[in-house]
């Protein structure tokens, strides 16, 4: 399987899955992208998922629909544009021959879900696709959910085999990473990552996928275990040290962060 990020907007990663005949594609915000990757490489569009309802994940949708060959995967809590698969915690997506395994991680929006592919084929990492729950270095803003649940979510997606390769929906990396810097200026693993992303990033080049295990190392909101992530919040008004009030404090401060 080939794993590509179109761009899309001035941010956005629409994911791409093919086998060199068919493809899936993740959250088409804008069919346009989509289209013109699918022509390039003489592509049938097999399937989309979706993760959740923002319109620059759903807005392609329409246009895509007339070349689209299966179904649409979808949020059951969330009104996406009909008719879709409703899926939720637990249930799979079966496309291309794989089957994608669905996790509720409600926090960015109520129904939010990610996609979870165990093995990709030809003994290739697993694969996760987030939407804006899990991006490199930070986690969606919460317009819909409680720093609990994000908690909750990002804890599941952490559970995950380290070497997941992750697939987050914007390249918002190298702003995270000035924000995981000031939370935990010693860390030397989120130094030597924010210079590997400062590199790809001057060559005009993605950030991601990442992978589970460099989350876990360098990303604050996924370590509001760790005593110097704890410190910081507890700085910024945490009420106290658990998990949730941790992330509350961090999401806080990062939404006025310069
Ligand atoms: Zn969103
Ligand atoms: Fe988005």
Known sequence: MNLVALPAFSDNYIWM???DHQAIVVDPGDAAPVAAALDARGLALAAILVTHHHPDHVGGLAALRPRLQGPVFGPARE?????????????SASALGLSFQVID?????????????PSAGDGQAPILFCGDTLFSGGCGRLFEGTPAQMHHSLGRLAALPGNTRVCCAHEYTESNLRFAGAVEPANAALAAY?????????QGLPTLPSTIAQERAINPFMRCEAPDVISAALDQ????????????????WKNHFR
């Open 237 to 252: 008004g945490a009420a106290d040290r658990s998990g949730p009030a941790v992330l509350g404090a961090l999401r806080e």
């Open 17 to 19: 899955l093919h086998d």
């Open 79 to 91: 009104a996406i544009p009909p008719p879709f698969e409703p899926l939720a915690d637990g249930d």
């Open 194 to 202: 924010t210079a590997a992303c400062r590199a790809l990033r001057a």
């Open 105 to 117: 991680v409600p926090g960015h929006t109520a129904g939010h879900i990610a996609y979870f592919l």
